[in-house]
Structure formats: C-alpha cells, structure tokens
C-alpha cells in the first residue's frame, strides 16, 4: 500500500510562508493533481513529499510511516522532473538500467527488467540506440523508463510534459495516464494547466497563496466550486460572474437579480449582502421568452459550439451555444440560466454559499 497522508504540511522560507497548513490524502494507484498558479506552492508541497525539502511542522505519511525528517533515499519514491534528464552517453538501454545497476542487482534480472519496461513504453527497437540522437518522444519514454524500473511505491512528477509543445503534450499525457493504470503506482503530479489536472487526474488539490483552495474529483472541482479562485481558475471560457445585492432565506431557490428571477441550488443558510452568481457558459442559453436581457457584443465560433459574450446590467455573460444559432452582435437577447447548475458566492470572502 502506498497511500500518502499530509497532515498540517508548512512551510516557512524564512518569513515568507509558501505552503499553509496542508492536509489531503491521496489513496493508494490513485493519480493525483496538484494543481494552481505560479508560485503558489505546489513544487514546495511535492518536494516536501519527496524528501528534497524538509517542512517547517507538519507530518507526511507514505503507506503509513511518517517519513517527513527522512531523506529522500529513504522514502521508495521516483521523481520525475520535466524528462529529459538523462545520460547523453549512454544508450538507452543503460540509461534505463543505471538505477538497477547501481543497486547492485544481478546482470540477467536487469536484462529482463528492462525487457519488460521497454515493451510497456513500446521502445523495444531503440534500446540500443544513443539517446543523443532520439526525438523528444522518445527521450521522454527514456526517462520515464528510467523511473519506473526500479517500481517505486510512488511517482511524483513536477510538471513533466512542460517543455512540450501542445499537440505532443496531449499525446504524452494520454500515454502517462495509460500507463499509469496498467502500472497503478501511486502518482502525484504537479501542473498549472487546469485542463491537463482534469483530463489526466483521478483527484485534485486546486492551490492558491499556499492554501488549498479545494480538494476533490475533476467533477466536483468543476461543478461545484469551493471559491471564486477554484470557479475561476477551472474551465475555459471560465465560469460567468454576476454581481449583485440581496437578502436570501434558508430553503431559497431563487435570487433576484435585474428584478429578475434566477434559479439557485436550494440554500440551506440565509446570507445577507454582496453576492456573485456564477454560472458556467454551457448552461447559459439565449432565449427569446427569458426576462433577464443581454446585448449581444462578440460571438467566437469554434466550429461545432460558438461563444457569445454579452453585456448584462449585472457584468459580462458569456455563453456556449450551438454556432448554427443565430447571435448577431448588437442585438438584445433574453438570457436563460440554468439555475440547478448555479453557484452562489459571498463576494466579500470569495467562498461558495450553499
Ligand atoms: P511554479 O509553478 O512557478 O514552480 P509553484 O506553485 O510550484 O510555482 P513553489 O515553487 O512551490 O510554487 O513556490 C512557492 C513560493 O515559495 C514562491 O513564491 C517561491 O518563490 C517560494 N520559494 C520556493 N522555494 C524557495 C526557497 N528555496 N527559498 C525562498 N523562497 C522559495
């Protein structure tokens, strides 16, 4: 079992404090994001797990021992940097079988290792080849090769397709995902690329400042936003933001915005005050018979959807439509929410109200 538990993770560089009180847990094969903006302390907190940086307080379990004032050589992890950290003097074939070798393991055991881990990556044909002259695909493989011969209880990766251009980056991530669940070594994986933490991860911490913002499945992450930051950061085109005033009972399932009605999910506390309306462009439909009027300022076709922005009394509104519907800019249309799908925010702290 190699399921790692971060209990109140902190740390300090000296007054300045990059990673806040963390606690999650990440389950044994699980394929786990670590996901936010630059600089907001998700290298820290994998670097914390991989023993390259020591926390301030806090503790780091990894399948069930705490480890967080062990070295790194003691903790039965690989790290994957961005991949390309390999020997440019060695084959491929010795680049993958250095950390066997270097361990001291018989010669035939290598062999067959290697073997193994060369068909997993389909790099078979090349194993004999100089790494020098081999595309980037293929030196990633290499690396990645390298990382999962010894299997290790756990991958952690910082960023490792970074350096990618975006069709390849799509491929290789398609492929660590495969390979991930052939192999089911727990992983956890930093990016900033929200779509990559969606596509690629079973489970994400979305972080901000240091803090975690939210911890949940892609799903969740998405349909439920914990905060403006996660509605926000999450989605592209992000979600829409509505601003407005208003007084809501416990048990309300509509807000009044524009002398409008507009669904909500159904409140279980009252808020008084300044308030965001968050709703995401796909569940935004313009409709002749809906009270609540928009102009009509951009329309972006993207081929099969079109996004249309518009202008509202309560901010901009984007929404996602089939690009057959007619949205001629400069016309008023009626703007149909779909409120079960809805959020409401305090603006004041930025958190969700449910
Ligand atoms: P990026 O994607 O840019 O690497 P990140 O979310 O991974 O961002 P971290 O690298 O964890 O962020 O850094 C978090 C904050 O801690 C940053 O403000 C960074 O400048 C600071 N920091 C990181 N390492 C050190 C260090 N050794 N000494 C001082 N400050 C540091």
Do not use: W
């Amino acid at each position: 079992m190699a399921e790692i538990v971060i209990r109140n993770l902190r740390k300090e560089f000296g007054e300045f404090t990059a990673v806040q009180s963390s606690s999650f847990k990440v389950e044994d094969g699980e394929f786990f994001m670590l996901l936010g903006p630059s600089g907001c302390g998700k290298t820290t907190t994998l670097r914390m797990i991989a023993g390259l940086e020591l926390p301030t307080s806090g503790e780091i379990y990894i399948g069930g021992e705490e480890v967080g004032q062990r070295p790194a050589s003691e903790r039965d992890i690989a790290f994957v940097f961005q991949m390309f950290a390999l020997y440019p003097h060695m084959n491929v074939r010795r680049n993958i079988s250095y950390p066997l070798v270097s361990q001291g393991m018989p010669r035939a055991q290598v062999r067959e290792k290697v073997a193994e881990v060369a068909k997993i990556l389909g790099i078979e044909e090349i194993l004999d080849r100089p790494v020098g002259g081999l595309s980037g695909g293929d030196r990633q493989r290499v690396a990645l090769g390298r990382a999962i011969v010894r299997e290790p209880k756990c991958f952690l990766m910082d960023e490792p397709l970074g350096a990618l251009d975006a069709e390849f980056r799509e491929h290789m991530s398609e492929e660590l995902r495969k390979l991930h669940d052939r192999m089911g070594a727990t992983t956890v994986y930093v990016t900033h690329d929200q779509l990559e933490a969606m596509q690629m991860g079973d489970k994400i911490v979305v972080m901000n400042h240091g803090v975690i913002e939210q911890f949940g499945t892609p799903q969740d992450i998405y349909d439920k936003p914990a905060s403006l930051f996660v509605a926000d950061f999450i989605g592209s085109p992000s979600m829409n933001f509505l601003r407005f005033h208003g007084s809501l009972e416990a048990g309300a399932t509509e807000a009044v915005l524009s002398h409008q009605p507009l669904g909500i999910p159904a409140l279980r506390e009252p808020f008084d005050g300044d308030m965001v309306y968050g709703v995401r462009p796909e569940h935004v439909r313009l409709s002749d018979s809906a009270g609540y009027r928009g102009e009509i300022v951009a329309a972006e076709y993207l081929g099969t959807t079109q996004i249309v922005t518009l202008a509202t009394p309560n901010g901009e509104v984007k929404a996602r439509i089939a690009s057959d519907q007619p949205a001629r800019v400069g016309e008023t249309v009626g703007l149909a929410f779909n409120g079960a799908t809805a959020t409401l925010f305090d603006n004041q702290t930025g958190r969700a109200i449910r």
